[in-house]
Nanobody, 126 residues
Framework: QVQLVEFGGGLVQAGGSLRLSCTASGGTFSNYAMGWFRQTPGKARELLAGISPMTGGSTYLADSVKARFTISRDNAKNTMYLQMNSLKPEDTAVYYC??????????????????WGQGTQVTVSS
């Protein structure tokens, strides 16, 4: 089972940008579909983006972020990225990366996903 660690969260002003990274270890990264979720207090985790195992493979972006966020991966570096532009205060949340050998699992119950990172806080000030 792959272990995941997120990097890159922090405080940014509205309109700014951040790039989150998720680095994997303990497994064959290229076997795993990857994705990003976010969560605010009292709400369920929200799927933001997903990417299939192959570098340059298919991607998914939620409508709420489609025009502003980009998901990518570098299998040679065992790392997935989320480039976040034009950030808004409502993007404030804890951001989590997740991995699973089945890309389709991301679009069902997130509790079934195989691996999760510990989360990184993103705060967007107005």
């Amino acid at each position: 089972q792959v272990q995941l660690v997120e990097f890159g969260g922090g405080l940014v002003q509205a309109g700014g940008s951040l790039r989150l990274s998720c680095t994997a270890s303990g497994g064959t990264f290229s076997n795993y579909a990857m994705g990003w979720f976010r969560q605010t207090p009292g709400k369920a985790r929200e799927l933001l983006a997903g990417i299939s195992p192959m570098t340059g493979g298919s991607t998914y972006l939620a409508d709420s972020v489609k025009a502003r966020f980009t998901i990518s991966r570098d299998n040679a570096k065992n790392t997935m990225y989320l480039q976040m532009n034009s950030l808004k205060p409502e993007d404030t949340a804890v951001y989590y990366c997740a991995a699973d050998v089945n890309y389709g699992t991301f679009f069902g119950n997130p509790n079934f996903l195989r691996s999760w990172g510990q989360g990184t806080q993103v705060t967007v000030s107005s």
